[in-house]
T-cell receptor, first 113, second 116 residues
Framework: AQSVSQHNHHVILSEAASLELGCNYS??????LFWYVQYPGQHLQLLLK??????LVKGIKGFEAEFIKSKFSFNLRKPSVQWSDTAEYFC???????????FGTGTRLQVFP | DTGVSQDPRHKITKRGQNVTFRCDPI?????LYWYRQTLGQGPEFLTY????????KSRLLSDRFSAERPKGSFSTLEIQRTEQGDSAMYLC??????????????FGPGTRLTVL
């Protein structure tokens, strides 16, 4: 069965620190890849997506992610986090022949001023 | 607010009771999805519709669960004979199918179900 693994369950950083959240998926076919974010008290919203082309994708609020096909990875990065980045981050995969999203367990990020 | 809306936002019920949740998608979105999220987990896919047709159902969706989208607009998710294990956040999302390879899903605020 397809699955998505997020290695970091809880990350605590100070403002201006760099961030990298790991995401690996298990599926050998063609996939679409996503990072969703859920700020406290808000809905899940799309941060960035990859479906083809340049494996380095840029999203909102200075986030980027790199798709490394050989490693089945889609790690999320931000060079300098802000207190407002405090949220839960979910990596997700969808398969090309179906529309459903398969989510990882999420990473809770806390950024302290 | 023109986003996805869900009603109710919270539901507390006793084991064995039936509950029904409603989701109103973004206007003109033709796909509608249901997910379930338990504490410490990511959302798990339950089912999705294109217009009024239910295209896929997860094996997680037992016989006690039924979803409908009768007119291709709002959808309902009913759980019969609720069990404590049904306690979760039930999320609805919608998308507009324009072109492949993907359709961005917009999520609602969820309905939190607590079964006592």
């Amino acid at each position: 069965a397809q699955s998505v693994s997020q290695h970091n369950h809880h990350v605590i950083l100070s403002e201006a620190a760099s961030l990298e959240l790991g995401c690996n998926y298990s599926y050998g076919g063609t996939v679409n890849l996503f990072w969703y974010v859920q700020y406290p008290g808000q809905h899940l919203q799309l941060l960035l997506k990859y479906f083809s082309g340049d494996p380095l994708v840029k999203g909102i609020k200075g986030f980027e992610a790199e798709f490394i096909k050989s490693k089945f990875s889609f790690n999320l990065r931000k060079p300098s986090v802000q207190w407002s980045d405090t949220a839960e981050y979910f990596c997700a995969v969808s398969l090309r022949d179906t529309d459903k999203l398969i989510f990882g367990t999420g990473t809770r990020l806390q950024v302290f001023p | 607010d023109t986003g996805v809306s869900q009603d109710p936002r919270h539901k507390i019920t006793k084991r064995g009771q039936n509950v029904t949740f409603r989701c109103d998608p973004i206007s003109e979105h033709n796909r509608l999805y249901w997910y379930r999220q338990t504490l410490g987990q990511g959302p798990e896919f339950l089912t999705y519709f294109q217009n009024e047709a239910q295209l896929e159902k997860s094996r997680l969706l037992s016989d006690r669960f039924s979803a409908e989208r009768p007119k291709g607009s709002f959808s309902t998710l009913e759980i019969q004979r609720t069990e404590q294990g049904d306690s979760a956040m039930y999320l609805c999302a919608s998308s507009l199918v324009v072109s492949e390879p993907y359709n961005e899903q917009f999520f609602g605020p969820g309905t939190r179900l607590t079964v006592l």
